[in-house]
């Protein structure tokens, strides 16, 4: 289904690099792809679109698309177990669809940042 931006849509809420990678899919386990991606949070959704390069970021011209999006309303959010991945700073964001994802960064205070902002995120929309 085509994306199409909503002219009454709010700011968006934060946004920036992280690496990700979804573990489960509709209950599922999947093969780990760890890539690049620009993440948006918005509301009590999250945006992933490819990584950098390339040129046109997909909020600027709308011309391209997100990857990849997840409802976190009813979701959870916590710093996955050291099972989950060898990296460091990885964030667990589990959807009530049944999608596991990893997020992560090298940068401590920007991970941090994402938890928080993912946190309030989650509580705030708690009740929906
Ligand atoms: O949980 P895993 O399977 O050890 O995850 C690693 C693999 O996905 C690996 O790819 P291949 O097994 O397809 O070569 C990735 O390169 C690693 O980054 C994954 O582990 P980390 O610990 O980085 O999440």
């Known amino acids: 289904s085509a994306y199409v931006p909503d002219p009454n849509d709010k700011p968006s809420e934060k946004c920036g690099v992280l690496n990700v990678t979804k573990i489960t ?20 959704t999250l945006l992933f679109a490819k990584g950098q390069g390339g040129g046109t970021s997909w909020f600027g011209g709308g011309q391209s698309k997100p990857e990849f999006t997840v409802d976190l309303r009813g979701g959870s959010v916590d710093w996955a177990s050291k099972d989950k991945s060898s990296k460091k700073h990885v964030i667990e964001v589990k959807t009530r669809q049944g999608t596991e994802l990893l997020i992560q960064s090298e940068n401590d205070v920007l991970i941090n940042d ?15």
């Open 25 to 44: 899919e509709h209950g599922k386990k999947v093969r780990k792809n760890w890539t690049s991606s620009w993440t948006v949070l918005q509301g009590s």
């Open 114 to 128: 994402w938890y928080r902002a993912l946190q309030d995120t989650i509580s705030t929309h708690s009740d929906e």
